[in-house]
């Protein structure tokens, strides 16, 4: 690597822990979600992905679910502040899209796509959220290449983003250097997502997934990236063409939205008790149809030694969440040598303490936050 590419990485790292953090926004001493910024992928002059027959543009799909999202969002919770990226047909830089969303302290943001692979026949079908992560497999590495390409179509990139190439894989060891504090309530909010879109009308749910992708990076709040169908699918082209059926997928992502609010707007993060589990699908073939995941098979469910008792009950300071285990002493533990790692949903939830009360976990937390400024406290019922 050259001495440039590692001191564009330095600068995209010192940019990033420069930018605010998130924090929910409180009523009344309640923690609630009261802004959501949705983003309509794409605009303007950059297109997006295109139908075969030129008539079909992405563009135009993302934007009119996302401005049916925001609608049925508004009439629902008139105390919601929604804020959209784009209204019209226009060009938004993705740099630009995340600073929408931290400049308004947003408590969420929903980034809205349409997939497409280049194939000539037996194009997948279906839809996948995805959620800021350092996997580099064929299939998502593919889809971050054509989602962060959009920053070859804006004036001076190559200073906006700190010499970043989109289609060259040393590019994207930067994001291997970040830690999304927001990491378990996105994955949270994108099985709420999945578990809603595989409903209908686009039925296969290719599931989350986790990638570098530059809109979500840039975040400082729980960010997801939904692709709702593959353009280059006959099948799902004919759902998408039709305004009716993306009536319908907006309603599945405003009903997952609910969802999601409701998991927050009880007791804050810690409402996020026993999350639905999250199966990663297998990496997609780049030769042979798409077919349906294997769940993963979970190893049992691991605690370290804890001093404190464990009723029906308890609540725990959760300091973050990984996709790899890590092994006794690592450097993220930072000293730390009694904590609970669990295995949930696809990922390793680790945390300190078994409380009977939650102002017993507040003290704790007090304590914690010093080495670990994204932890909060998480009631589980065992």
């Excluded at 297109?47 to 008539?55: E, F, L, Q």
Aim: charged residues 20%; hydrophobic residues 35%.
């Amino acid at each position: 690597m050259t001495s440039k590419s590692i001191i564009s990485i330095l600068v995209a790292v010192a940019l990033f822990l420069g930018l605010p953090w998130h924090s929910f926004s409180q009523n009344k001493g309640k923690v609630v979600l009261s802004t959501v910024v949705i983003d309509a992928g794409h605009g303007g002059h950059d297109p997006g992905t295109v139908s075969p027959d030129r008539k079909l543009k992405e563009s135009t799909i993302n934007l009119d679910v996302a401005l049916k999202l925001g609608a049925k969002i508004k009439e629902k919770y008139p105390n919601v502040k929604v804020i959209y990226t784009r209204k019209t047909d226009v060009f938004i830089p993705l740099a630009e899209r995340a600073n929408i969303a931290n400049r308004n302290k947003a408590d969420l943001f929903i980034s809205i796509h349409v997939n497409s692979v280049s194939r000539k026949s037996n194009s997948p079908s279906g839809t996948e959220t995805f959620v800021m992560g350092t996997d580099k497999s064929a299939s998502n590495m593919e889809v971050c290449k054509t989602e962060n390409s959009v920053i070859l179509l804006e004036e001076d990139y190559s200073t906006t983003y700190q010499g970043f190439d989109p289609n060259n894989p040393e590019s994207y060891i930067f994001f291997n250097l970040m830690q999304n504090a927001y990491f378990e309530q996105s994955i949270n909010m994108a099985a709420c997502i999945q578990q809603e879109l595989k409903k209908g009308p686009v039925k296969a749910s290719r599931g989350i997934k986790q990638a570098p992708l530059m809109v979500l990076w840039r975040t400082t709040m729980p960010s997801v990236l939904v692709e709702i169908g593959f353009l280059s699918n006959a099948a799902d082209r004919n759902i998408l063409r039709d305004k009716n059926q993306r009536e319908v997928i907006a309603t599945r992502l405003f009903n997952a939205f609910c969802r999601f609010k409701s998991q927050y707007d009880s007791d804050g993060p810690e409402a996020a008790e026993a999350p639905s589990p999250v199966t990663s699908p297998s990496p997609v073939a780049t030769s042979e149809p798409e077919t349906a995941p294997k769940p993963e098979t979970a190893p049992k469910p691991e605690t370290t030694t804890v001093v404190e008792a464990s009723p029906q009950t308890v609540y725990r300071v959760q300091i973050f969440v990984l996709s790899k285990k890590l092994k006794a002493g690592a450097p993220q533990l930072k000293g730390l040598k009694q904590y609970n790692c669990d295995y949930v949903g696809g990922v390793y939830k680790y945390s300190v303490g078994n409380y009977a009360s939650k102002a017993e976990a507040e003290k704790k937390l007090r304590s914690l936050k010093a080495s670990f400024p994204g932890a909060y406290i998480v009631k589980f019922k065992q």
